[in-house]
């Protein structure tokens, strides 16, 4: 079965500072997507970023960055120089093939990251 | 930008009672979603469908059922609400199959159902 772990049920870390939320996954699927969002206190879903199983490099959009392990089943969410804002809840996803049709994510625990002024 | 719309942001229902959850999307997309979200658990699958008048089950359909009778349009439906129906319900589209792996779901901003 497919799976995402967080283990980190919540971070802190100073403003200006960067910071690493883990994720890890277990798929037996050659073709699979990773994806991040960002909850904040509001509810909101924001997509953040997004990684591919076959892409030769990591993903990267503005200061999100993807380090992704294959071969560990790792995809790990790198923020750089943390904001105020970006405290909020961080969840890690998977795409799974569903019932035939492609489209559900499954997703992990989440993990809660504080930025500290 | 896509916009998924929930028609309510806070709700409260007695036990017993048939609750309608409403979601539309502006996108013009395939799939819809909806999911459940409670502390230290994420968000869980409930139903999702990828056609008009069809559906799949998620993880947790039990109590649940859903409506698809528009392409814009996706209702979850508590047949009797109970109080561990009480959580968070987030309704989310995507672009269907042919779009690829890299569609990222988009979300409404949830209703926050309480069953006292």
């Known amino acids: 079965a497919q799976k995402i772990t967080q283990t980190q049920p919540g971070m802190f870390v100073q403003e200006k500072e960067a910071v690493t939320l883990d994720c890890t996954y277990d798929?037996?699927?050659?073709?699979?997507?990773l994806f991040w969002y960002k909850q904040p206190s509001s509810g909101e879903m924001i997509f953040l970023i997004y990684?591919?199983?076959?892409?030769?490099q990591n993903a990267t959009e503005g200061r999100y960055s993807l380090n992704f392990q294959k071969a560990r089943k790792s995809a790990n969410l790198v923020i750089s120089a943390s904001q105020l804002g970006d405290s909020a809840m961080y969840f890690c996803?998977?795409?799974?093939?569903?019932?035939?049709?492609?489209?559900?994510?499954?997703f992990g625990k989440g993990t809660k990251l504080s930025v500290k002024p | 930008d896509v916009k998924v719309t929930q028609s309510s942001r806070y709700l409260v229902k007695r036990t017993g009672e048939k609750v309608f959850l409403e979601c539309v999307q502006d996108?013009?997309?395939?799939?819809m979603f909806w999911y459940r979200q409670d502390p230290g658990l994420g968000l869980r699958l409930i139903y999702f469908?990828?056609?008009?008048?069809?559906?799949e089950k998620g993880d947790i359909p039990e109590g649940y059922s859903v409506s698809r009778e528009k392409k814009e349009r996706f209702s979850l439906i508590l047949e009797s609400a109970s109080t561990n129906q009480t959580s968070m319900y987030l309704c989310?589209?995507?672009?269907?199959?042919?779009?690829?792996?890299?569609?990222?779901?988009?979300f409404g901003n949830g209703t926050r159902l309480t069953v006292t």
């Open positions: 996108m013009d997309h395939e799939n």
């Open positions: 798929t037996s699927d050659p073709s699979y997507g």
């Open positions: 990684q591919g199983s076959y892409d030769q």
């Open positions: 996803a998977m795409r799974k093939n569903y019932g035939g049709s492609q489209g559900n994510l499954i």
């Open positions: 469908s990828y056609d008009v008048k069809m559906k």
């Open positions: 989310a589209s995507s672009r269907g199959q042919g779009a690829g792996n890299n569609s990222p779901l988009h």
